[in-house]
T-cell receptor, first 109, second 117 residues
Framework: QKEVEQNSGPLSVPEGAIASLNCTYS??????FFWYRQYSGKSPELIMF????GDKEDGRFTAQLNKASQYVSLLIRDSQPSDSATYLC?????????FGKGTRLHILP | EAEVAQSPRYKITEKSQAVAFWCDPI?????LYWYRQILGQGPELLVQ????????DSQLPKDRFSAERLKGVDSTLKIQPAELGDSAMYLC???????????????FGPGTRLTVL
C-alpha cells in the first residue's frame, strides 16, 4: 500500500522563526509533490508543488525534495500567527494522489 | 479568479436518508475528484473522473455511494442510505491534464460538511 507519512504534531514554533514540516512517501516512482494548507473547517489550499530534486522557493515558503531519500519538506520563514493551520503533504504516483494525514502547526505569538 | 463550486456547504440528515452533493469544477478542468475527509485525517479519494469517464472508484463504497458526471462538466455524489459513519467533509477538486510546469495540481472547492444523525 502506497503511503504518505507526516508527523501529526502539533508543531509549535515562535512567531518569526522558521517552521519545518516533513513528509516521507513509500512509492519510489512518485513524480509530483504538493503542499496544501488547511485551516480548521475549511478546504485545502495549495501552497506549492515541486517535481524536481532540490529547493523551490515562493515568498516565505520553500519546498525541498529528495527523491533518493523519498522525502519532501516545507520550510516557512518568518512564521506568522496566520500560518497556524494543518499542512497536508500530497504525492502523485501512477496518476493517483495520496494525501498524508497532515501536520498541525501552531505559531506562538 | 476561477474556483471550484460546491453545494450545499452544510447538510444535516438522519441515517437511512438519501443525500446528494453537487460540484462544478473550474472551467476547462477535465479531471474531477471527490474526496472524503474525516476530522484529523487527510482527504481520501472516493472517485476520479476524466471528462465523463470514471478513472478510479476503487475506494467508493458502491453499495451506498454513487457518482456521475454525465456531460463531463459538473458532477453529483449521492449517498443512499446515509449511515452515521458517513459524517465527514466531502471535498471536490479539479485539475488540468498534466503539462510541463503545471502538472496535475488539484484545486479544491469549499467542501460540504455532512452530519448524519
Amino acid at each position: 500500500q502506497k503511503e504518505v507519512e507526516q508527523n501529526s504534531g502539533p508543531l509549535s514554533v515562535p512567531e518569526g522563526a522558521i517552521a519545518s514540516l516533513n513528509c516521507t512517501y513509500s512509492d519510489r516512482g512518485s513524480q509530483s509533490f504538493f503542499w496544501y494548507r488547511q485551516y480548521s473547517g475549511k478546504s485545502p489550499e495549495l501552497i506549492m508543488f515541486i517535481y524536481s530534486n532540490g529547493d523551490k522557493e515562493d515568498g516565505r515558503f520553500t519546498a525541498q525534495l529528495n527523491k533518493a531519500s523519498q522525502y519532501v519538506s516545507l520550510l516557512i520563514r518568518d512564521s506568522q500567527p496566520s500560518d497556524s493551520a494543518t499542512y497536508l503533504c500530497a504525492v502523485n504516483g501512477d496518476d493517483k494522489i495520496i494525501f498524508g494525514k497532515g501536520t498541525r502547526l501552531h505559531i506562538l505569538p | 479568479e476561477a474556483e471550484v463550486a460546491q453545494s450545499p456547504r452544510y447538510k444535516i440528515t438522519e441515517k437511512s436518508q438519501a443525500v446528494a452533493f453537487w460540484c462544478d469544477p473550474i472551467s476547462g478542468h477535465a479531471t474531477l475528484y471527490w474526496y472524503r475527509q474525516i476530522l484529523g485525517q487527510g482527504p481520501e479519494l472516493l472517485v476520479q473522473f476524466q471528462d465523463e469517464s470514471v478513472v478510479d472508484d476503487s475506494q467508493l463504497p458502491k453499495d451506498r455511494f454513487s457518482a456521475e458526471r454525465l456531460k463531463g462538466v459538473d458532477s453529483t455524489l449521492k449517498i443512499q442510505p446515509a449511515e452515521l459513519g458517513d459524517s465527514a467533509m466531502y471535498l471536490c477538486a479539479s485539475s488540468l491534464p498534466p503539462v510541463a510546469g503545471e502538472g496535475d495540481t488539484q484545486y479544491f472547492g469549499p467542501g460540504t460538511r455532512l452530519t448524519v444523525l
